[in-house]
């Protein structure tokens, strides 16, 4: 469904029929050590991606943040991460 991603140009190696993009329900909460930075700069194609997440950083807050509010109060969509199982976990390495 179209409010469970924020949709993005494809790759070339996307299939067709198949969509690219920041898909909502596999976001997962993580800690700062396992944070990388993702280097853009040198593909056209990653820069445009940056460009155009940039552009829309608040639309895409905004999204995440009313997919989380659902999440809450509907429970775990199908297929989706088990965003509660993994609080658990990092709850547990502190």
Known sequence: PKD???????RP??????R????Y????????????RFRTEGSAYYETLQRIIDGNTKRIVSECQAYLDLYEREGRPR??????RIVG?????K
């Open 4 to 10: 469970q991603y924020f949709a993005l140009p494809p």
């Open 13 to 18: 190696t996307t299939r067709p029929g198949c």
């Open 20 to 23: 690219h993009g920041i898909h």
């Open 25 to 36: 329900i596999k976001m997962f909460p993580i800690t700062k050590a396992y944070q990388r």
């Open 79 to 84: 297929f989706a991460v088990d965003i509660d």
């Open 89 to 93: 976990l990092l709850e547990g390495e």
